[in-house]
């Protein structure tokens, strides 16, 4: 790919990022994870696959205003639109569009080829380890979200199972399963070096939280029943 052509494909990306949890520095991560599994990797298109890694979230502005709307599938058909505009070829806006469309994590759609594999494992790795914990965090602040909510007996609920969304419940829902969907051996072996670090955070929060809602619980139900 020659500088130009990465520099325009890079204008686009930031022209449509408005998101902290995907920024450009998501992307980037993205794509240098990308980079460093491809060369583990046999027959990887570096273009298509760098293309790929920059533009995968450039629908994320049109998910958040419409929720109906899949940033995946949309964000392919405007990578594509916008490559073709620039004067790529049919084939190469294609591929880089079958790589957006397949790299959503809750997704029926998986990824066929090589370098759509590869895009799905480094967007994966960003929700792995404690960066996963600490963007998941930041998106569920933004949004107003909370910790963890409570079960219906008062106490903190872990996430399993929950309905309210909460940082517990994408937890369980979503970043403790990751660590079995990736689709490359290197992928997988550099998800099984953050899973510790993201297990540890975890149940420490869960376990701070708890233990002073228990006793504080029990010896303020004591006070208020003094005489």
């Known amino acids: 790919m020659r500088a130009q052509d990465f520099q325009k494909i890079e204008a686009y990306m930031c022209a449509c990022l408005h998101d902290r949890a995907h920024d450009r520095g998501h992307v980037y991560r993205v794509l240098y ?6 060369g583990q990797e046999q027959g990887v298109e570096l273009d298509v696959l760098i293309a790929a890694c920059l533009l995968h979230d450039i629908a994320r502005g049109e998910q958040a205003a419409d929720p109906a709307v899949c940033h995946a599938r949309a964000g392919a058909e405007k990578a594509r639109a916008f490559l073709l505009a620039g004067g790529f070829s049919p084939v190469f806006a294609a591929r880089v569009a079958d790589c957006i469309r397949t790299h959503r994590f809750r997704s029926s759609d998986p990824p066929q080829s090589i370098e759509a594999k590869i895009l799905f494992d480094a967007d994966k790795l960003d929700a792995a380890g404690a960066i996963g914990i600490a963007r998941t965090l930041l998106y569920k602040g933004k949004a107003g979200e909370p910790l963890y909510t409570l079960r219906a007996d008062g106490s903190i609920s872990d996430g399993s199972g929950d309905s309210e969304p909460s940082f517990f419940q994408e937890y369980k829902f979503k970043l403790e399963k990751v660590y079995g969907r990736f689709l490359t051996a290197s992928g997988q072996k550099t998800a099984e070096k953050r899973r510790a670090a993201a297990v540890s ?17 029990k010896q303020l139900a004591e006070y208020l029943t003094q005489d």
């Open 33 to 38: 994870t990308a980079l460093d599994l491809a």
């Open 201 to 217: 955070f975890y149940e420490n929060l869960l376990a701070e939280v708890r233990a002073p809602q228990k006793a504080g619980a």
